[in-house]
């Protein structure tokens, strides 16, 4: 015959006691997950502000296809890198430049030097349009006199093109042409540049008062209406020309 201590018959029943309070007789139901925040869709009609707004995680592009139709979805290939010649110090290195720029000045302009500086001064310029260089500089890369560097320089600053900062450094007018990165040299291996947005460097320009108003709105116009007048005066020339050898003509005959 077993004997049980009556400490442990009191301790055994204190623990059913202990078990029946924090266990309940009622059958368990489980919880509801806290419900969460709907995230709102994609604006179809404003792209702007869909960059602010969060999104759901794409599953596959063709249920996203299907919500918006009048979107194109592509899923293009690997991005290579643009092959442009370029220094080591400045691998890639090219500007933006206005195709109807290079249109009326290659009408405009009826000397050679004129476009020559205009294209130096293209590819000399860094991120944000600054040009540092100086005329001696222009002069030896041109291989012409200073003289003629200056005129031709003045010339092309006449019409907006570009405008001088300070001594040895000049301005791109960022609608014509302009550098928006630049290679930062040592970093070959992250690939880092320097970024000058253009619309920031338009905006500074504009809100210059010192600056003439021809570099804060640059135009065209002006040298179009130029290269009109001056195609008028070369086909009066040239109907007067004509005009001359049909009377020479005539009057031989009549001889």
């Known amino acids: 015959m077993t004997l049980v201590s009556p400490l442990l018959t009191y301790s055994l029943l204190q623990i059913n006691e202990v078990e029946s309070i924090l266990v309940s007789s009622e059958p368990q139901r489980s919880r509801p997950s806290p419900?969460?925040?709907?995230r709102p869709d994609l604006p179809v009609d404003d792209a702007i502000s869909a960059w602010s707004q969060p999104l759901a995680p794409v599953k596959?592009?063709?249920?996203?296809?299907r919500r918006y139709p009048s979107r194109k979805l592509t899923l293009d290939g690997e991005r290579k890198?643009?092959?442009?010649?370029?220094?080591?110090?400045?691998?890639?290195?090219?500007?933006?430049?206005?195709l109807e720029f290079f249109l009326v000045i290659a009408q405009y302009?009826?000397?050679?030097?004129?476009?020559?500086?205009?294209?130096?001064?293209?590819?000399?310029?860094?991120?944000?349009?600054?040009?540092?260089?100086?005329?001696e500089e222009?002069?030896?890369?041109?291989?012409?006199?200073?003289?003629?560097?200056?005129?031709?320089?003045?010339?092309?600053?006449?019409?907006?093109?570009?405008?001088?900062v300070r001594r040895g450094v000049y301005q791109f007018n960022p609608p014509y042409s302009y550098r928006v990165a630049e290679f930062i040299p040592g970093t070959e291996m992250t690939g880092e540049f320097v970024k000058v947005e253009q619309h920031s460097t338009i905006s500074q320009i504009r809100s210059d008062?010192?600056?003439?108003?021809?570099?804060?709105f640059p135009s065209l116009d002006h040298m179009r209406q130029a290269i009109a007048e001056l195609?008028?005066?070369?086909?009066?020339?040239?109907a007067a020309r004509r005009l001359g050898r049909a009377k020479r003509t005539e009057e031989g005959t009549a001889q």
Request: aromatic share 6%; with cysteine; glycine share 4%.
């Open 60 to 65: 596959d592009l063709d249920s996203l296809a």
């Open 231 to 238: 195609r008028a005066e070369r086909a009066k020339e040239r």
């Open 81 to 98: 890198p643009l092959e442009f010649y370029g220094t080591q110090s400045q691998p890639n290195a090219f500007s933006m430049d206005s």
């Open 209 to 216: 008062t010192s600056l003439p108003d021809l570099v804060r």
């Open 35 to 38: 419900s969460r925040a709907p």
């Open 138 to 164: 222009m002069a030896t890369i041109l291989d012409v006199s200073r003289t003629k560097t200056s005129e031709a320089l003045h010339t092309v600053m006449s019409h907006g093109i570009v405008f001088k």
């Open 109 to 135: 302009f009826r000397e050679a030097l004129p476009l020559r500086l205009i294209l130096l001064l293209i590819a000399c310029q860094r991120a944000g349009g600054r040009i540092p260089l100086t005329q």
